[in-house]
């Protein structure tokens, strides 16, 4: 019989052409101009997902974009296993940044770039060909396997978390495997123990009806774009903590262990500087910089929008102003909480002279978890297989919402085993995903998924 590496080895050109017919599919789920893309991305999951052998595969609508949900029984007495990712990808702006088209995968060296191609594509793609070889190599699958592919996790998972809730029965599972994550380093595997959670709103100022004469008026009426400014000013101290009252009344300390933990990563500076290519790091006073991203809560803007941007110079007074701010919070911080006194300090702060509007896209907990038991005593060693390294265990300051949701629904372990590399660009230009790591990643993936149906999830 055919050991699961000699199989994953030999099909390594038919996994890359098959996932770059994925990469093809511009999923793009903030955009409605790829609605039907987004949907023709669905279908080619769901046909990829039953050539993997997973016998009952269904594209699920949504008010929003479709789910695919897959189930496979193999036996009363085997695990199950649910398996999560999302098949949507962030836009392509700004596309003139690309050195190659964002949906034509290109190979430079050991990496394919396309949009989607970490982020999560690439990662949803290694769960399906993982769960092919082992079929092709054991002749079944080795766990019960319940599949869920979603559409929508880059707008924040609002209509697969009611599906979740609604079917929690159908969706029971002994452990939750996803992979969209990353790894502290090319070649060290990684499994996350924790994740930021996130609050995401747009803030309006709305001054005159129209924009003004900016001599004519300029000085006797509030300029909105200037309020918004001053006011997000305020949301930050000098020490780059957040004003908002009450942001970190809930937040837990980092406990000695975690702080051992993160001491003994191999965590460079330097190269951190480098792969964000800014003149130097910033954070909140007090802490260093995986302590700032994976354990403490920020505020960002994420796009700002008023007046005159065009070439040259306009005199203009403008009439509205328009910004994007989301929190990245961690636990126990309440979304909900932190929404409202959010909404009152910003209209707190703003002045008389303008209208506040404030809308809220996504909000989701943070979810940690200490990494024990079964199933990631067996990641631990299906990693280590794959890799040959033993795995390390971080925290991300990234967001999935529905990862806090199926630790509370369910019940079940969750294990986010990603492969995205430092550097690799998601949701920016010319994002791109390591080819070997693709292929040893699959290896890994199919090895966990035997070693569970070997040995089950109790006990
Ligand atoms: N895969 C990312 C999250 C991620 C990236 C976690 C790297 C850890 C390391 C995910 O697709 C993502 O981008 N999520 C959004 C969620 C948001 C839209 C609610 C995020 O974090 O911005
Ligand atoms: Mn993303």
Redesign the pocket.
């Known amino acids: 019989m055919t050991s699961i590496d000699e199989y994953v080895r030999s099909q390594r050109q038919r996994y890359e052409e098959e996932l770059f017919d994925f990469l093809r599919i511009p999923s793009v789920s903030t955009e409605t101009r790829y609605r039907d893309d987004v949907r023709r991305c669905a279908e080619w999951v769901a046909d990829r997902t039953r050539e993997a052998g997973v016998s009952s595969v269904e594209v699920v609508d949504t008010p929003g974009h479709p789910i695919v949900y897959g189930e496979h029984h193999v036996a009363d007495d085997a695990p199950t296993v649910l398996v999560y990712g999302?098949y949507d990808v962030q836009p392509v702006d700004p596309e003139d940044l690309w050195d190659s088209p964002p949906f034509e995968p290109t190979v430079r060296g050991d990496r394919v770039y396309a949009r989607g191609a970490t982020?999560?594509k690439g990662q949803v793609f290694m769960h399906l060909k993982a769960l092919e070889a082992c079929r092709e190599t054991g002749g079944r699958l080795p766990v019960n396997v319940k599949l869920l592919i979603e559409g929508e996790?880059?707008?924040?998972s609002v209509n697969v978390e009611k599906f979740l809730v609604e079917q929690k029965d159908r969706l029971a599972c002994d452990a939750v495997i996803l992979s969209?994550?990353?790894m502290f380093e090319k070649g060290l595997p990684t499994i996350t123990v924790g994740?930021r959670g996130?609050v995401y709103f747009e803030v309006r100022f709305r001054g005159p009806f129209s924009d003004l004469h900016s001599g004519v008026y300029g000085g006797a009426v509030e300029n909105p774009a200037n309020a918004l400014a001053t006011v997000i000013g305020r949301l930050k101290d000098d020490d780059h903590r957040v004003t908002i009252p009450g942001f970190y009344e809930a937040v837990r300390a980092i406990t000695d262990q975690e702080g051992a933990n993160l001491a003994s990563l191999p965590f460079d500076e330097g190269s951190y500087v480098e792969e964000v290519g800014a003149p130097a790091l910033a954070g909140e006073e007090g802490f260093g910089t995986l302590e700032r991203v994976w354990f403490r809560p920020t505020l960002d803007v994420n796009g700002l929008l008023s007046g005159f941007t065009g070439e040259g110079a306009k005199t203009v007074l403008p009439s509205k102003a328009m910004a994007k701010i989301s929190m990245r919070l961690v636990p126990d911080q309440d979304p909900v909480a932190i929404r409202a006194s959010f909404e009152s300090y910003i209209r707190e702060l703003a002045p008389e002279g303008v209208s506040v509007e404030i809308d809220l896209f996504?909000a989701?907990r943070a979810w940690a978890a200490d990494p024990e038991g079964p199933l990631f005593t067996a990641a631990e060693e299906a990693l280590e297989a794959g890799f040959g390294r033993s795995p390390v265990f971080i925290r991300?300051g990234?967001?999935?919402?529905i990862v806090a949701l199926f630790s509370e629904t369910l019940g079940a372990p969750v294990a986010p085993i990603?492969f995205?590399l430092p550097g690799c660009n998601?949701?920016a230009p010319n994002e791109w995903l390591d080819l070997d790591v693709f292929h040893d990643g699959i290896d890994a993936l199919a090895r966990l998924y035997a070693l569970i149906g070997e040995r089950g999830l109790s006990g």
Do not use: F, K, Q, R
């Open positions: 999302h982020d999560n996790e880059e707008i924040g969209d994550t990353g994740l996130m996504n989701g991300e990234g967001s999935i919402p990603g995205a998601l949701h």
